[in-house]
């Protein structure tokens, strides 16, 4: 057995099925941090001004971030246990079917979503996440996405809490052309053909790879798919100018000049939908009738992308002093925003600023087998216990259709 091996199996048995993860920190050179992510304030250039501002918090991440400079480490998960660490990746690649169930390790060998907290101070380029099909094409994977807008990490919208998504109906290929052709022209007037939607905490959006978004101001919590793919569409935000590689760097090499492939690499059908909203648009919906028992579980992320179920998110609401068994059908990945608690043997704590490099109690990830047995939530403090939560693909057959939460 590896020394990663027989540490991740100590940890899971100390742990009761439950690692331990520490924070990871994602900057990106081209964004202004929001400053919500409950970092100490000194702390948002930690990685130096060349990287840019941390505007990220990755959970039970398996995936690399994709920075120019960035250290191959940056964008994974890491377990902490009896003064050591190991990565999320590494401990999956070598217990496997035993973290994550038969029917994920046994079709993907990894785990192959992630979620993040994602905080800008105003909004950024109107972008696309290519599909399977394309990301292939420069070794890579499609990245479909959700959004979920926590009112915990939401007390202040930031600049712009708005966001940009698709196309205005009507609008041509030759158009986004167009705005393509006069990229170096200062704003190439991408966003006159598309339509901004206010942003409400509370409520989400389910988003296809190669569909257009321009994501606002609000902290969002983002189950997706295992990649760091984009293409961004727009030349300047907020009087800034967006260089020409971020459009181009995961597509080949040979059609970076080509503006009409990159428009034909758009969803057009999805963009130009007349029923966006409905087609895309989340709201919570409760699971069980439990409030008298002290506690809300609610499903924040649900529907299918080209009809497959790749992640499902929920929320968890313990009542001061309440205590519950929580069952699952798959392994999932845990994020405290509110209250302390316990999971299992392990304490929660959600911390009020948390300096660069150092450990928090807020965070963990819970096997298959443990989540299906069920494990023990207690909430020992004065406030609500409020986690959110994220499964992987197919894990949860029962979730609701993007439209449900109208039913």
């Known amino acids: 057995m590896s020394n990663v091996a027989k540490l991740a199996a100590d940890a899971l048995t100390e742990g009761g099925g439950i690692f331990r993860l520490s924070p990871t920190w994602v900057p990106r050179s081209f964004l202004q941090p929001g400053r919500r992510l409950k970092l100490h304030p000194n702390d ?13 918090r990755w959970f039970g991440s398996t995936t690399v971030a994709t920075n120019e400079g960035a250290p191959d480490d940056e964008g994974l998960s890491y377990c902490v246990f009896g003064g050591e660490k190991f990565t999320l990746k590494d401990a999956i690649s070598e217990l496997g079917a035993e973290i994550i169930g038969d029917a994920i390790w046994g079709k993907y060998n990894r785990w192959p979503v992630y979620s993040k907290f994602f905080d800008n101070m105003g909004p950024i380029p109107h972008h696309m996440h290519q599909n399977t ?11 479909p996405e959700s959004y979920y807008f926590p009112p915990q990490m939401n007390a ?15 609008t041509t290929k030759q158009d986004v052309i167009d705005c393509l052709d006069r990229w170096n022209d200062g704003d190439n007037g991408i966003l006159d053909l598309s339509k901004a939607y206010r942003l409400k905490p509370g409520t989400g959006w389910l988003i296809p790879p190669c569909v257009l978004h321009a994501p606002g101001s609000l902290v969002t919590y983002e189950p997706q798919w295992g990649s760091d793919v984009f293409g961004m569409y727009q030349s300047m935000v907020e009087g800034r100018a967006v260089h020409r ?8 090499e040979d059609k970076h000049d080509d503006n009409a ?3 034909e690499a758009l969803d057009w059908e999805a963009n130009v ?3 966006f909203k409905a087609n895309n648009y989340l709201e919570p919906i409760n699971i069980g009738d439990t409030a008298a028992d002290g506690y809300v579980d609610l499903w924040i992320v649900y529907g299918k992308v080209n009809g497959e179920q790749l992640f499902t998110a929920k929320e968890l609401t313990v009542d001061p002093g309440a205590r519950l068994t929580l069952k699952d059908s798959g392994a999932y990945s845990w994020i405290t925003v509110q209250g302390k608690g316990k999971i299992g043997n392990l304490r929660l704590q959600t911390p009020a600023m948390i300096r660069f490099g150092e450990m928090t109690e807020d965070e963990v990830f819970v096997t298959e087998k443990t989540a299906q047995e069920g494990i023990t939530i207690e909430n020992t403090g004065s406030e609500p216990l409020v986690s959110l939560r ?6 949860c057959p029962d979730a609701p259709n993007v439209g449900d939460y109208c039913k």
């Open 44 to 56: 948002y250039y930690a990685l130096g001004t060349h990287r840019g501002g941390i505007d990220e």
């Open 133 to 143: 099909e394309q990301a292939a094409k420069v070794g890579q994977e499609g990245k």
């Open 156 to 170: 202040i919208g930031n600049n712009f809490p708005y966001t940009f998504m698709g196309l205005e109906p009507g």
């Open 245 to 252: 590689s971020l459009l181009t760097k995961d597509f080949p």
């Open 261 to 263: 492939y990159l428009v």
């Open 273 to 275: 939908d007349p029923n």
């Open 390 to 395: 994220y499964f992987g693909p197919g894990a």
